[in-house]
Each structure stands twice: as C-alpha cells, then as structure tokens.
Nanobody, 114 residues
Framework: QVQLVESGGGLVQPGGSLRLSCVASGRFSRMGWYRQAPGKGREFVATITSGGSVNYADSVKGRFTISRDNAKNTVYLQMNSLKPEDTAVYYC???????????WGQGTQVTVSS
C-alpha cells in the first residue's frame, strides 16, 4: 500500500516560515502539494517532477519553494513570507502516470495568525 507521511505543519505568525516534508513509500515521477482551507475546495500549490521541473500556483510564486530528494523519496515545501490566507490543511500528492493513480497524504495543518 502506498503511504505518504507529512510533517512540519504548525502555527506561525504572518511573515514567518515553515517547511513541510512528505516521505513516500516509493518513487513517483511527479509529486506535489495541495491545500484546502475551511469552506473551500482543494487547490493546487506546487508540483515537481523527478527531473526537477517545477510548477507553482500564482498565489505562492516567489514565496514557496518545492524540492525533492529522490534518493529519500521525499518532497519538501519551503514556505516563506506566510500570509493568513495561506492557512489550510496541506496535502502531499503523488501521481503515477502509468496507472493514472493519485495518492494522498493525511494532511498537515498550517495556521498563519497573529
């Protein structure tokens, strides 16, 4: 069974930083992060391929950085200059292009508040 284990969420003041980590039970060609705020749908944040190609939502460009360590099957999300609107549950995602399967972590809460 595929497992994605997230960590690093917490409470931070506006302008602060957090780094999220996600360890997968295997290697995936594309991994990423999505988030869901109360009363809203799940939205795209960032993705990264095994080759290092990245894609970001406009709302986080210049503030968030996604990276991965292929040897450790781990993806990271460095979040800087956090805003209250970044408050959400953040979910790790792994995509298998051959089976067209999406796998999700349990989610980690990020709260940005003064």
């Amino acid at each position: 069974q595929v497992q994605l284990v997230e960590s690093g969420g917490g409470l931070v003041q506006p302008g602060g930083s957090l780094r999220l980590s996600c360890v997968a039970s295997g290697r995936f060609s594309r991994m990423g992060w999505y988030r869901q705020a109360p009363g809203k749908g799940r939205e795209f944040v960032a993705t990264i391929t095994s080759g290092g190609s990245v894609n970001y939502a406009d709302s986080v460009k210049g503030r968030f950085t996604i990276s991965r360590d292929n040897a450790k099957n781990t993806v990271y999300l460095q979040m800087n200059s956090l805003k209250p609107e970044d408050t959400a549950v953040y979910y790790c995602n792994a995509y298998n292009a051959y089976t067209v399967d999406n796998y999700w972590g349990q989610g980690t809460q990020v709260t940005v508040s003064s």
